[in-house]
């Protein structure tokens, strides 16, 4: 079993549906937990980032973190097209490597 | 300003010989990390460089991959002997924090690397 689970999709839905993705990881040390997304042919940058247990949120986009059932999403409300992209969850314990999850590629229709 | 660039973007080498990838970080930023990303797949880490330092190489697949950081700015993954499994898009990242667990990493477009 891997350390981060994330189920790659493809997920595809109609410009301003509200976006759902997840993952699960089975490493309880993990504290830190960011979303990335990468756009094809693009290396991967920043969305989110949240400490421990609890919401996040920025503009559309809402992290959400349960450490007790060891999950975590993030919501995209308003979904653009332009939101079209692979978003890959990453974790750590703090000084330790990201672990990445493979990612979900989304796919919004205008 | 400028970002993180790498070069070349793409790299075809037949099995048996020797690549070399570069990576020019964020100008300033003083943690530089390597990452190796298959099909499909997310990045997985492969070394961590803090300044010229190389703290962690716990990635690194095998003793073919060689990374280095000699000035503490731009970086070097050498693959000696490549193999089929190889290919993938190598990605590198810097980030102004110290710390190899640092989450605030600039990432580059990456160099996909066929083995062929």
């Known amino acids: 079993q891997k350390e981060v689970e994330q189920d790659p999709g493809p997920l595809s839905v109609p410009e301003g549906a509200i976006v759902s993705l997840n993952c699960t990881y089975s490493n309880s040390a993990f504290q830190y937990f960011m979303w990335y997304r990468q756009y094809s042919r693009k290396g991967p940058e920043l969305l989110m980032y949240t400490y421990s247990s609890g919401n996040k949120e920025d503009g559309r986009f809402t992290a959400q973190v349960d450490k007790s059932s060891k999950y975590i999403s993030l919501f995209i409300r308003d979904s653009q097209p332009s939101d079209s992209a692979t978003y890959l969850c990453a974790m750590n314990s703090g000084n330790t490597p990201l672990v990445f999850g493979k990612g979900t590629r989304l796919s919004v229709i205008a | 300003g400028a970002g993180v660039s790498q070069s070349p973007r793409y790299k075809v080498a037949k099995r048996g010989q020797d690549v070399a990838l570069r990576c020019d970080p964020i100008?300033?930023?003083?943690?530089l990390f390597w990452y190796q990303q298959a099909l499909g797949q997310g990045p997985e880490f492969l070394t961590y460089?803090?300044?010229?330092?190389?703290?962690?190489k716990s990635g690194l697949p095998s003793d073919r991959f060689f990374a280095e950081r000699p000035e503490g700015s731009v970086s070097t993954l050498k693959i000696q002997r490549t193999q089929q499994e190889d290919s993938a898009v190598y990605l590198c990242?810097?980030?102004?924090?110290?710390?190899?667990?640092?989450?605030?990493?600039?990432f580059g477009p990456g160099t996909r690397l066929t083995v062929t």
């Open positions: 990242a810097s980030s102004l924090l110290r710390g190899r667990g640092s989450y605030e990493q600039y």
């Open positions: 100008s300033g930023h003083v943690s």
């Open positions: 460089f803090q300044n010229e330092a190389q703290l962690d």
